[in-house]
């Protein structure tokens, strides 16, 4: 599993994010290894940076928090407002373009009829 943390940056918080932006990246390097992918969002036409994404590789919460909390940025106010979630990345080119899960984490999660046939499915159901 993993983390999705969006964060966006506090009002007026250009000058913070300039000032600690050194620290910020070498905070990142040094723990790289915990970090599926991660980088500055974007305002709509894309010429300023207005908050930070982050995908954390651990199954603990408090170990993302951790990740996050002493990052610089954090420690100096950049970000206003702050969202964790849990993340389970499934498909796609950072995934290795394929899907890594079985089809039984998929129906566990979406319902036991995904992945099969009209009537496949009908074959499964219980009579009494």
Same mark, same amino acid.
């Given at each position: 599993? /993993?983390?999705l943390v969006i964060c966006d940056d506090a009002a007026d918080s250009a000058a913070l994010r300039r000032d600690h932006l050194q620290a910020h990246l070498a905070y990142i390097e040094k723990v790289m290894d915990r970090i !599926? *992918? /991660?980088g500055p969002l974007l305002t709509d036409n894309a010429d300023a940076m207005n &908050? !930070?994404?982050f995908v954390y590789r651990t199954d603990d919460l408090d170990e993302a928090r !951790? $990740? $996050?909390h002493n990052d610089p940025y954090y420690r /100096?106010? *950049?970000y206003g407002r702050i969202e964790i979630r849990a993340f389970r990345p499934v /498909? &796609?080119?950072w995934v290795d373009g394929r899907f890594i899960c079985c089809r039984s984490i998929i129906r566990k999660h979406c319902g036991r009829?995904? &992945?099969r046939t009209p009537d496949q499915a009908l074959s499964t159901?219980?009579?009494r």
């Open positions: 599993m /993993a983390w !599926s *992918v /991660a &908050g !930070s994404c !951790s $990740l $996050l /100096a106010g *950049v /498909a &796609g080119v009829n995904v &992945g159901r219980r009579t």
